[in-house]
């Protein structure tokens, strides 16, 4: 996807292609992407919404919402997992629906691929082509600002802890919150 629609050419890099080709293939038109009946999707495409059901296939969620469709009965219970639960009132099998991860949004994908060039040391003149940036200042903020964090976490691994010990309740107490922290990367590499 190009920014702001203009054609032009958008390198793809040699991984991706596999994916690219079997979407090609599976495609029946001359569509990569197209609407379920094979044209090309409107201009009005909800797109977000697009991407929020594609991250529920693929997994990429806070967690699931298991309902109850019997009319009155409203029970819905939250799980981490998308294994079949049953109501406890009728014991009917809940209808189990995606929470696609909060904060997953089309333009992370052009943050995140900001950030993988300038962690590759690639020049900023070619970051800012791929990235589009009509203005260098755009590219060179972020690279300076991913600077800034390297330098801080190269900073902090120089600080002794000694040994850490962590009771496992405490752990699960802290993966449990994982999702509620701001998406910033927290784990070096
Ligand atoms: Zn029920």
Redesign the pocket.
């Known amino acids: 996807m190009t920014k702001g629609g203009d054609d032009g050419t958008v390198p793809i890099p040699e991984p991706l292609r596999p994916y690219l080709d079997a979407a090609i293939k599976l495609s029946p038109s001359k569509w990569v992407f197209p609407a379920a009946d094979g044209k090309q999707r409107a201009a009005d495409t909800n797109l977000k919404a697009v991407l929020r059901r594609a991250l529920g296939r693929a997994g990429i969620v806070d967690g699931y919402e298991h309902r ?1 469709r ?1 009319p009155g ?1 409203g ?1 819905v219970e939250l799980a981490t997992e998308d294994a079949n639960r049953r ?1 406890p ?2 014991d ?1 099998a809940l209808w189990i629906r995606p929470l696609p991860r909060k904060g997953i949004v089309f333009h992370s994908l052009r943050h995140t691929t900001a950030t993988l060039l300038a962690r590759a040391k690639v020049h900023p003149s070619v970051a800012q082509k791929i990235l589009r940036h009509a203005n260098i200042e755009t590219t060179l903020a972020i690279y300076t600002h991913l600077d800034g964090i390297e330098d801080m976490r190269a900073a902090v691994a120089k600080l002794d802890f000694g040994v850490i010990r962590v009771r496992n309740q405490d752990l699960t107490r802290l993966l449990a919150v994982r999702p509620l922290l701001p998406a910033l990367p927290l784990r070096s590499r």
Do not use: E, G, L, S
């Open positions: 109850c019997k009965c029970h109501c009132k009728y009917r």
